[in-house]
């Protein structure tokens, strides 16, 4: 029997998220989804994570925000599924302070994954103004 669950999460961009999932090596497939109802756009995109098992993993918009929906019951990633979400939200949280960081200048140095499972980003701008 199967029994979906949506679990809530913060991504609401989804270039960042395929970018996450990316850099975590998680391969992962665009899905377009037509909406009914009266809405600005007619469909929406989701993102996919195949399972072998055929019961896959989504990333399905809610309108908010990118919700993961997934039957416990068949869930087949190399870790627990609270792992599986910790992972991807520090990984998006990093390629949300890089993309937005280089919006306004400044560029990645150092992205370093440590031991401890925490990751360091070093950012940096050059002045651009010189007085001489």
């Known amino acids: 029997m199967s029994h979906f669950t949506n679990m809530k999460t913060r991504f609401q961009n989804l270039f960042y998220l395929e970018k996450a999932l990316n850099r975590l090596q998680i391969t992962h497939q665009r899905e377009k989804k037509v909406i009914d109802?009266?809405?600005?756009?007619?469909?929406?995109?989701?993102?996919?994570?195949?399972?072998?098992?055929?019961y896959d993993v989504e990333f399905s918009w809610n309108g908010q925000?990118?919700?993961l929906i997934v039957d416990m019951s068949f869930w087949e990633q190399p870790y627990p599924i609270e792992s599986f979400v910790d992972k991807v939200a520090q990984q998006y949280a990093g390629e949300v302070i890089i993309g937005e960081s280089q919006k306004i200048g400044f560029q990645p140095i150092k992205y370093q994954q440590n031991n401890?499972?925490?990751?360091?980003?070093?950012?940096?701008?050059?002045?651009?103004?010189?007085?001489?």
Do not use: C
């Open 37 to 54: 109802g009266y809405n600005s756009k007619p469909y929406q995109i989701n993102l996919v994570i195949p399972q072998s098992n055929g």
């Open 116 to 132: 401890d499972g925490s990751n360091t980003l070093v950012l940096e701008r050059w002045n651009q103004k010189t007085n001489y």
């Open 65 to 67: 925000e990118y919700e």
